[in-house]
């Protein structure tokens, strides 16, 4: 079973800075889009940063400029680098992996990790 494991939340002061990992492990045959998606208290589940197995990204507004998505695929490996961190940033930041399980497989399946908390103070 494939599964997702996110790492590096925690308390920040605004402006300063965090990174947060995410591993994907398990049997599949090729790992697809990677991304970083988040939820406030109260609030959607929205997108922060996706970025393609070929090196393709895609950022929320709000975060453009400040975090920077990247990707390890030797290690199968995510990652989102945030800076100048503001107190709207605090949220559960959640890993999410497509994959195919064969070859055969044409339609990619999804993963989703349990989320790591950032806490961004004033």
């Known amino acids: 079973q494939v599964q997702v494991v996110e790492s590096g939340g925690g308390l920040v002061q605004a402006g300063g800075s965090l990174r947060l990992s995410c591993v994907a492990s398990g049997s599949m045959f090729r790992l697809g889009d990677m991304g970083w998606y988040r939820q406030a208290a109260g609030q959607q589940r929205e997108l922060v940063a996706v970025?393609?197995?070929?090196?393709?990204?895609d950022y929320a507004d709000s975060v453009k400029g400040r975090f920077t998505i990247s990707r390890d695929n030797a290690k199968n490996t995510v990652y989102l680098q945030m800076n100048s961190l503001k107190p709207e940033d605090t949220a559960v930041y959640y890993c999410n992996a497509k994959f195919r399980r064969t070859q055969l497989q044409m339609r990619s399946t999804e993963v989703w990790g349990q989320g790591t908390l950032v806490n961004v103070s004033s």
């Open positions: 970025m393609s197995r070929s090196g393709g990204t």
